[in-house]
């Protein structure tokens, strides 16, 4: 734990802790300790875990890196929280992100952006970039994010860690802050499979405080890591053939494709022509359901309230102006317009006809096939500023991420070394709803 405090202070500048919990890791350090040598400790002891600032930690501020949350102290756990503290992990501390999760690079956090510490001029990714720039630098072990349309996996793909994404309703989101909660996911950062497969075999499973986690038994995922056999896996075509694509990162994923092949599992190119819809798609419902959860932020109930304000009506909106930035308002007032009447039908319905389309598409795919590959992001980590001012631009961004999240299937953003610039390079690789263990192996026997 020294050593983790000690990497903190050295990384500070990097800004990827939005608060260090020195009190409550010192506690826990001693109280596991002492389990130790008496041998009750759990199947986390002393793993050092840090936690996206969206995840509630009883007695521990939580702010969404938001205004509007600043101050704002957990009144209970997370379930994710709970299964890491019963099994002696040591929470270090809460780390930076997008204003509630919502952006690719970690700029629109209050708290100030997230610097990459293979070139700190770059982004670190989002929404999760606190996360993986933590286990980057080597300031916890493993850290937890949460991915609704890639917030674990492209940072992780910034910074060549592992983000991994389970299914959907795989890991309960209760204390989780939401941002669209038909897509939002807990994932985890680590530097080896093995650590993520121990994670998720903790995190996963029924919860009675979120009805939307699967029952499904939860196997022992970091056991079976070493059984894969032949797969048989398919390339996107279409995500490879884009222009938007960079070259290096096509490269790459070109000879990790070759080393699928040399390994014995058989490699083929499908067809997904939806892919201009996936973008659109996504932010057309995650919007919606977002203006929709951020209904509660009104002055009244939570965090910042304007105090300069002379009625309700005026407290509900002020509060909420100087509260929320600029990505949540546009957000908000984008799903605001496609749930109004008279764009309902035209928009959010329609999305969501387009998401069972793609959902579909991408089930059928997956008959034949046991994993799916594409890049993880168009490019490495982009200089921090340069795509502040087009949203266009970084939404699009999110094009490979999003299609997991749409589909709900579990997704891994694996690294593939560095560019010539020194930035890591990455690759993605999809299965069917509930086959964590497949991909896991897959990864493990791969890097
Ligand atoms: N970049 C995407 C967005 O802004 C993904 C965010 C996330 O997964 N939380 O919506």
Known sequence: LAY???QIEKHQHLNAF?????????????????????GT????????????????????QV???????DGFVAPYSATVVERLLAEDAIIIGRLNC????????????????VKNAADEERVAGGSSGGSA???????????????TGGSVRQPAAFCGNIGFKPTYGRISRYGVIAYASSFDQVGTLTSSVSDAALLLEIL?????NDSTVSTLPVPPYSQNLSATGKKKIAVLKETLDSDALDPETKTAILSAIEKFKAEGHEVTEVSFDLLEYLVPTYYILTTAEASSNLSRYDGVHYGYRNTQAQSLNQLYKSSRALGFGEEVKRRIMLGAFVLSAGYYDAYYQKAQKVRRLIREKIEALLQNHDVLVSPVAPTPAFKIGENVQDPLVM???DIYTVLASLAGIPAIALPLGNNSQGLPLSIQLMTKHFNEQTLLSLSHSFL
């Not at 997008?98 to 956090?109: I, R, W």
């Not at 916890?140 to 994010?145: D, I, N």
């Open 4 to 6: 983790y405090f000690e």
């Open 18 to 38: 939005n608060e260090v919990f020195f009190d409550s890791a010192n506690t826990q350090a001693k109280a596991i300790q002492q389990k130790l040598t008496q």
């Open 41 to 60: 400790a759990g199947r986390l002891a002393g793993m050092v875990i840090g936690i996206k600032d969206n995840i509630c930690y009883q007695d521990h």
């Open 63 to 69: 702010t969404a890196s938001s205004k509007m949350l």
């Open 98 to 113: 997008d204003e509630f999760a919502m952006g690719g690079s970690n700029e629109t956090s209050y708290f100030g952006t």
């Open 133 to 147: 720039v933590a286990v980057q630098a080597d300031m916890c072990l493993a850290a937890l994010g949460t991915d």
């Open 204 to 208: 996963a499973g029924a919860d009675e």
């Open 395 to 397: 939404y699009m961004a």
